[in-house]
């Protein structure tokens, strides 16, 4: 009885925290701006207009402000997949949230210090623009701490801000919980396109228009409301505690299967030899990636598979269904190697350099664009598509070509590199024709001289870009939960924070290869600090030509690729013929 009893205290408990109440405050409504969206705008804002702040008040080159801004990006999805392991097998979301949101208002009052404290930048050049000082080795060590600090907190928001959210309504029936399931990711993503929009828009303008120091001011004011505000609404959320995380699990077969790699696997499969969950369908290895079936092979006469208690001990032998997740992740790595270009390519634009150097004015002579706000066509093309596609884009290709399925997901993804290709060689032909306007005017040497062209004729190619992220990042997203096991979700947003990272990466040595091969013998670079006396032209067009190659690669793997169900299953008898080993 008062077992019963205290049970149902506990549910009671969870009734009062849980439910809808909470979830404004985890991913944010149109009242306020919480948690990740509120990390989201802030490192938007500062991600767009970064590279005019390195250059004009730190004196950078155009090359070193877009490396720095690369690793500052590169440590900003890495970091997520860390924070995604620690949260799951040690800390638990809410604590993982919390600490983080303060790491990201440490970040934000650090830039926003970068701002208000002259000796924290170098002093302004003067009008010739001649004998610039170059940052002090503490001024970029509080710039780049500053992000740092930005970046860890990135690592606990991003990853798990949607999970604690469904946290909050995991004790409610199925059918309920399917319903709220549904809205809450929709209600997620246009939480951070609203997120993408405020901060490309309101954030730089301030940022352009009024000034850095209330610019950053105002994120730094945010982040700090939003962590208090975190703080205040523990008492009402549901938290769960740290449980056996995807990731450990993985390790676990790497390990035990080194353990066991001279043992000697049988070459007929029978259930009883190999190592299944209790309670759960017997299941039998699959033949891809043999090696890794040593992991789940039962060793009657070994010593050391249990412990002291008779549990099973997860380092010393592991479950089908553990060795079999692992395959299906390594299965997926080409097809996601090849969507890697994608990422650099939509990262890779120095659209708001070229921004800078034009004519701003939009609809009326007062009002100009702010350069770091040019990717707002990019962030409302994605927005549209993304909201439109399944709604009326595919019910209208359906009436068209008679069939039910109008696109497969290989195919979106494939789309989404062929339109990156498009967006680089539009970009290509863009920038040659600005660089030409530039010689005309006189202006080849004058790096802040301002072109009689309009800045809109860098719309093309950053709503191309929109449309190659709605369809390779999205395509991405359903693809690997189509053929991942449901086990392994949180591993398929981990699959793009790592794409994301490691684009940054192998960009920043892209730029370093380039400038150091074309600027030599005297000759400006190709990313010249002077955008008229570079050949950003040449940059994109080598782009392109890479995407190009990586098209041929993508092909490759889809057609080698294997869709088949990751994870079907019989229940057995010990009877070989009523087994079903999991298929890849």
Known sequence: MMEGHSNELGRANTLKKGGLRPIPVIIGNVFGLTNEVSERIVSASVTANLIIYLTTKYHLGAASSAIIIFVYQAAANFLPVCGAIVSDALLGRYLMVTLTLFSCTTGTFMLFLTSLIQKLTPPDCGLSNQGCTSPSPLQ????????????????????????????????WDEAQKDRALRGLFSWYYVSVGFAQIVAVTILVYFQDQ????????????????????????????????????IWISLLQVVVVSLKNRHLVLPKTYQSAQFHNASGLRELVPSEKMRFLNKACILRYHATNVSDGAGRTNSWNICT????ENLKSALSVIPMWSAMIMTFLIQSSSFGVLQAATMDRRVGTKKFQLPA???SIFEIITFTIWSGCYDRYIVPFLRRITGRQQVLTLKQRM???????????????????????????GGLQHDAKGTLEMSVLWLAPQYVIIGLAGAFSSIGQIEFYYAVLPKSMGSFVLALLFFGAGVASIIATLVIKAINLITGRNGMAPWLSNNLNEGHYNYYYFLLAVLGAIDLIYFIVCSYVFDERTQNMSLETSGDAKDMVEFQG
Not at 141 to 151: D, E, H, K, Q, R
Not at 152 to 167: I, Q
Not at 210 to 237: C, D, E, H, Q, R
Request: charged letters at 15%.
């Open 140 to 171: 970029l060590f509080v710039l780049c701490a500053s992000l740092g600090f930005m970046s860890l907190g990135a690592s606990g928001v991003r990853p798990c801000c949607l999970a604690f959210a469904e946290d909050q309504i995991a004790h």
């Open 372 to 374: 770091g706000s040019i």
């Open 414 to 440: 494939g789309i989404g590199v062929s339109l990156s290709i498009a967006s680089m060689l539009v970009a290509s032909a863009v920038e040659t024709y600005r660089r030409k306007v530039a010689v005309k």
């Open 320 to 323: 089908v269904e553990q060795v």
């Open 210 to 245: 009024v000034g850095w120091k209330v610019g950053f001011g105002i994120s730094a004011a945010v982040m700090l409301s939003i962590t208090l505000v975190n703080l205040a609404a523990s008492p009402f959320y549901v938290k769960m505690k740290p449980q056996r995380s």
